[in-house]
């Protein structure tokens, strides 16, 4: 998680991601919206390797649906760890700041993910490329 190995043992597979994250972690900054993978407020970066093509792959999830017993060998990236105001926001966070891209903010940490996943796999996404990877994120004073 964020480039620290994390071990759990003796782990209740019906743990989810998102309580693990934000209770166990104290990585709050990873929002629990609807609960049910429809609002995009908990969304993370899951990265894989692929041992037959020597890739990594990179996929925006939803972390309130996503068992942690199923992330054995995966790396998650959160909010906090692409960047803060202590070390350095990263790029797509302080655009958003500075072109007012918030409201209340409580959305944007998962909007924020799923750029930066889509950024990740497409340094240079068409606008049907933005458009599909914000497709999954809702935000509650806009609709």
Same mark, same amino acid.
């Given at each position: 998680v964020n480039g620290r190995k994390v071990i759990e043992?003796?782990?209740?597979?019906?743990?989810m991601l998102l309580? %693990? =994250? #934000?209770k166990?972690? #104290?990585l709050t900054g990873t929002k629990y919206g609807?609960?049910?993978?429809?609002?995009?407020?908990?969304t993370v970066?899951?990265?894989? %390797?692929?041992?037959?093509?020597? #890739?990594i792959s990179h996929h925006a999830a939803n972390a309130c649906l996503i068992?942690?017993?199923? =992330? %054995?060998?995966?790396?998650v990236t959160t909010i906090e760890g692409i960047g803060s105001t202590k070390t350095r926001i990263h790029p797509v966070q302080e655009r958003i700041a500075k072109c007012h891209g918030t409201q209340c903010g409580?959305?944007?940490?998962?909007m924020v993910m799923s750029i930066y996943t889509l950024l990740r796999n497409h340094p240079e996404p068409s606008l049907e490329q933005i458009?599909?990877?914000l497709g999954g994120n809702l935000c509650r004073c806009t609709g």
């Open positions: 043992k003796n782990v209740d597979p019906e743990t309580p %693990y =994250l #934000r166990k972690l #104290r609807c609960g049910t993978g429809g609002c995009g407020a908990c970066m899951i990265s894989r %390797y692929t041992p037959t093509t020597k #890739r068992p942690i017993c199923s =992330l %054995y060998g995966a790396s409580f959305c944007t940490p998962g458009m599909e990877a």
